[in-house]
């Protein structure tokens, strides 16, 4: 009898303990849902409001200008001419993606520049210095304005129109794209849906149920009534190539799908690893669109990184130096090409190859803030404290008004020798 009670009152709390643990997997599941519904904003939108200086040497004139308001907030945009010779009737409007600002895409404006566009860049509400907060629909509402901005104020024919979106931008170009006419749609890196990606990354959560923003590109591209060219990393892991094929799937023709190597990055870094990125995008646009763009220079930043793969870094440096005298029109020789190898070695964890990359590039540049700053980044990796410090300080002195991201680096290095 004993035994029975025993065994019963064994029962019986195993159950009381049973019932506690669901209760509290309970209240952590709608936790979480509840904290992933109130970071939403934060999560999908994180705020890009470092300014980076455009590399002097591009000379962009650009202008920053106000073009019109959603919902209260007054919304701003970059502008960058076409070059001298090109008429302004060519016009790329461009989205950026969500950790980035309108600030960091110099070389890929100067890029476009080269192919004959002007350019016109919305920045997001609550990005950089614009005002307000980011959602799906205010800036979805900024980008109809942006466009009839350029239709109704800047007299730019539909047919002369491309929008261009990439990663988070690709969700609203691709929504635009859907309700107004234009050239061309080119989208690089975008999804199908963020509800999509949610699920991928949480399938244990009803993302679908938990959060407002959808950006279901998906659903809307087949609304698109222009050619529409997809450019897409089969390597990406934050944005799987699957969403690509997705999207390219339920496109109307004519489209096209070209298949990107390397990580989810913006179009300098797709540049170096795939040397046809650009000159994809020209051929597309000039055969179905029919714009008659300028295919752009090949980027020497190509050359130099497969030479010192095969060669080494000496090689490479010295056949840099023979390519600029000998074939200074044959190749894009701007500072961008070697900066951005540069950073790509020194995130691939090649520190020495970086250091010699990004002080040929400073030599090249002597007077870029930029190039500096990029070699301070190399000799603080790799640990060399004084050269860094040197081209910290120089990266400062040569920046307008102190604007250089060399101020917080310098203070943060100097602090760690003085602490030793």
């Given amino acids: 009898m004993l035994r029975s009670v025993d065994g019963t009152a064994m029962q019986q709390w195993l159950k009381r303990i049973l019932w506690g643990l669901a209760a509290l997997l309970a209240v952590g599941y709608v936790g979480v849902c509840a904290w992933l519904r109130m970071n939403e904003t934060k999560i999908i939108f994180p705020r890009a409001q470092v300014y980076s200086p455009p590399l002097s040497s591009l000379l962009l004139n650009q202008q920053r200008i106000a073009f019109g308001e959603?919902?209260?907030?007054?919304?701003?945009?970059?502008?960058?001419?076409?070059?001298?010779?090109?008429?302004?009737?060519?016009?790329?409007?461009?989205?950026?993606?969500?950790?980035?600002?309108?600030?960091?895409?110099?070389?890929?404006?100067?890029?476009?520049?080269?192919?004959?566009?002007?350019?016109?860049?919305?920045?997001?509400?609550?990005?950089?210095?614009?005002p307000g907060e980011p959602s799906e629909a205010v800036i979805g509402r900024e980008a109809e304005i942006a466009y009839d901005y350029l239709r109704t104020?800047?007299?730019?024919?539909?047919?002369?129109?491309?929008?261009?979106?990439?990663?988070?931008?690709?969700?609203?170009?691709?929504?635009?794209?859907?309700?107004?006419?234009?050239?061309?749609?080119?989208?690089?890196?975008?999804?199908?849906?963020?509800?999509?990606?949610?699920?991928?990354?949480?399938?244990?959560?009803?993302i679908n149920l938990v959060i407002k923003s959808k950006l279901e590109s998906g659903k809307k591209i087949g609304q698109v009534r222009m050619p529409i060219l997809l450019l897409?990393?089969?390597?990406?892991?934050?944005?799987?190539?699957a969403h690509a094929e997705r999207l390219y799937e339920l496109?109307?023709?004519?489209?096209?799908?070209?298949?990107?190597?390397?990580?989810?990055?913006?179009?300098?870094?797709?540049?170096?690893?795939?040397?046809?990125?650009?000159?994809?995008?020209?051929?597309?646009?000039?055969?179905?669109?029919?714009?008659?763009?300028?295919?752009?220079?090949?980027?020497?930043?190509?050359?130099?990184?497969?030479?010192?793969?095969?060669?080494?870094?000496?090689?490479?440096l010295a056949e840099y130096r023979s390519l600029f005298a000998e074939l200074p029109r044959r190749y894009k020789f701007r500072e961008p090409e070697l900066n951005t190898l540069g950073l790509y070695l020194l995130e691939s964890k090649r520190i020495n190859d970086a250091i010699a990359v990004l002080r040929l590039n400073a030599e090249q540049f002597p007077q870029s803030s930029g190039a500096l700053d990029s070699l301070g980044d190399a000799y603080?990796?790799?640990?060399?404290?004084?050269?860094?410090?040197?081209?910290?300080?120089?990266?400062?002195?040569?920046?307008?008004?102190?604007?250089?991201?060399?101020?917080?680096?310098?203070?943060?290095?100097?602090?760690?020798?003085?602490?030793?």
């Avoid at 897409?232 to 190539?241: A, E, L, Q, Y």
């Fill in 70 to 130: 959603a919902d209260g907030t007054e919304l701003f945009a970059w502008i960058v001419p076409c070059l001298r010779p090109d008429s302004n009737d060519k016009w790329l409007l461009l989205f950026h993606g969500n950790g980035d600002n309108v600030s960091r895409g110099a070389a890929f404006y100067d890029d476009l520049r080269e192919m004959g566009f002007s350019v016109m860049a919305p920045e997001y509400p609550g990005y950089l210095d614009s």
């Fill in 153 to 206: 104020v800047k007299h730019v024919p539909a047919k002369n129109l491309v929008i261009y979106g990439g990663s988070l931008g690709a969700a609203f170009a691709i929504d635009l794209a859907s309700r107004v006419e234009a050239g061309a749609l080119v989208e690089h890196e975008g999804f199908s849906s963020i509800v999509a990606m949610g699920q991928e990354l949480y399938p244990f959560l009803p």
């Fill in 232 to 241: 897409h990393s089969v390597d990406d892991r934050t944005v799987p190539f």
């Fill in 251 to 316: 496109a109307h023709s004519p489209k096209r799908l070209i298949r990107l190597r390397g990580s989810h990055s913006g179009p300098g870094l797709a540049e170096l690893l795939n040397p046809g990125f650009l000159s994809e995008i020209v051929a597309f646009l000039n055969a179905e669109a029919g714009l008659h763009l300028r295919p752009p220079l090949p980027s020497i930043s190509s050359v130099i990184a497969a030479t010192i793969d095969s060669q080494g870094i000496e090689a490479a």
């Fill in 380 to 420: 603080a990796a790799g640990g060399n404290d004084a050269d860094a410090i040197r081209s910290y300080e120089r990266s400062l002195a040569l920046s307008p008004e102190g604007m250089s991201p060399s101020l917080t680096k310098l203070d943060h290095i100097r602090h760690k020798v003085q602490a030793h």
